[in-house]
């Protein structure tokens, strides 16, 4: 029998594709430096890599026969996950979980895995980068836990799928996934070969066995998930943790969701005991708030179906050198120049010798055009120095022309206001058509940013 003969081969980080030498450009997803050699084995009488076929044939069923029951929901306990996952996990699904160091995902996870030991779900929560006594010190932590939870050190995959396979438990977790290995790769765990090939085992096992199956990914410097992004292909949902690993609250947000939305998010704050719910982000966003206080704006951004309130500040300064200065925290950059522009140009106002910085505060990231009419609103009551009323809630999409156009989810937005006891909305008058009957709240319709501007006067 012909021995496997070892040698070198080129993947692409991005997209996973596969090249005998060197590339300096990807030529399926086009990305520049995304070549790493690594080795591989191949069998020296089977160029394929050695794969046998397993002899079954596959066999294709008509719609009809196809049954719902193994989509139904399962919830995690957390009424945050459940509305990002979209209201709960998918049995066989595999759903890739991501995050900065220290900012909550095993917390998380570890307390999603109680609480489903505690509802009567058998669990096994495979760990490759902690030992059985740091895992136990991390449960006293959260609570007791009780049911049929069982917890494994291990970083080999062929004895993962063994310990899968004689356990059948409902639901997997696996940290991390840079840390696990297939026997059969000669490259080191977390390399481009390994994360795809263990993916792809556990996806064979989510959807061969019905099990759900979580899986941590650490991030790089650009907050990606680390490894080939053929990874992020491969799972049916990607969730991502925001925010400062300093601040207390953490934001959940889906990237992608095979059996969900995409636009909803979940708000925990971190405690002693682990991750808690924050059932009202409108009211944790709005707290500390100040009072008269130039460039402060409430706006209303959509996520999902589920309106929050946020306060957008703005410090518009004059420069001291002979470029101006701009700064956008948790806004896009390149929004702030066009909206500084608008104002230049529509309005007037020389921003051209001024700097100016943006920030939402609470850690939240909005690229909602929505925020538009508030992020005027900001800047000019900082460069005016006015403050705007407390009381008002500002939303709205500002054109290049200086115009407000409508946005969608009025309604919504409007209620949300009326919830958190604001007493004036500054909005698009296109929308006010359909908030006709609405007489709980002050409603100031604006077709322009200059009739915007006015209220400050």
Request: hydrophobic share 40%.
């Amino acid at each position: 029998m012909a021995k496997a003969k070892n040698h070198t081969v080129f993947f692409c980080k991005e997209c996973g594709y596969e090249s005998a030498k060197w590339m300096g450009q990807c030529p399926a997803c086009r990305q520049w430096n995304t070549f790493v050699e690594e080795p591989v084995a191949v069998d020296a009488g089977r160029p394929g890599g050695g794969r046998k076929a397993s002899g079954k044939s596959a066999v294709p069923v008509p719609v009809s026969e196809i049954s719902l029951e193994e989509q139904d929901r399962t919830s995690t306990g957390f009424g945050e996950l459940d509305r990002v996952l979209g209201d709960g996990t998918v049995k066989g699904s595999l759903v890739l979980v991501g995050g900065d160091p220290g900012i909550g995902k095993s917390t998380l996870l570890l307390q999603v895995c109680r609480n489903l030991a505690a509802a009567g779900k058998k669990l096994l929560y495979i760990s490759g980068e902690e030992s059985l006594k740091q895992i136990k010190m991390r449960a006293n932590r959260i609570g007791d836990i009780s049911g049929e939870l069982l917890f494994l050190c291990e970083t080999n995959l062929d004895a993962i799928s063994g310990a899968i396979e004689h356990t059948r438990p409902e639901i997997v977790v696996i940290d991390s996934i840079q840390t696990m290995y297939r026997e059969d790769l000669s490259s080191a765990p977390g390399s481009v070969s390994q994360v795809r090939e263990s993916t792809n085992l556990l996806m064979q096992i989510a959807k061969g066995y019905g099990i759900t199956i979580f899986i941590v990914g650490h991030v790089t410097k650009e907050g990606v998930v680390a490894g080939p992004r053929v990874l992020e292909h491969m799972v049916d949902t990607v969730l991502y943790f925001e925010g400062d690993r300093n601040d207390t609250y953490r934001i959940l947000r889906a990237v992608k969701n095979r059996f969900g939305s995409t636009n909803e998010i979940g708000v925990f704050e971190m405690e002693e005991s682990g991750l808690a719910e924050v059932k009202n982000p409108s009211e944790m966003l709005l707290s500390g708030r100040p009072v008269e206080a130039s460039g402060s704006v409430v706006a209303c951004s959509m996520e999902g179906t589920r309106p929050i309130l946020l306060e957008v500040q703005a410090l518009v300064t004059e420069t001291g050198f002979g470029m101006a200065r701009r700064t956008a925290n948790g806004v896009d950059y390149n929004r702030i120049n066009i909206l500084l522009a608008i104002l230049e140009k529509r309005c007037g106002y020389a921003m051209g010798r001024y700097d100016a910085y943006v920030n939402i505060a609470g850690g939240m990231r909005v690229n909602e055009p929505a925020l538009d009419l508030a992020l005027v609103m900001a800047l000019v009551s900082s460069f005016k120095n006015r403050a705007v009323d407390p009381g008002m809630l500002i939303f709205g999409e500002v054109g290049l022309s200086g115009e407000v156009r409508a946005v969608s989810q009025a309604a919504q937005r409007v209620s949300e206001a009326v919830k958190m006891g604001f007493t004036s909305c500054l909005l698009p008058a296109a929308n006010l058509e359909k908030l006709k009957g609405e007489n709980r709240i002050r409603l100031i319709g604006v077709s322009n940013v200059r009739e915007a501007i006015r209220q400050l006067s």
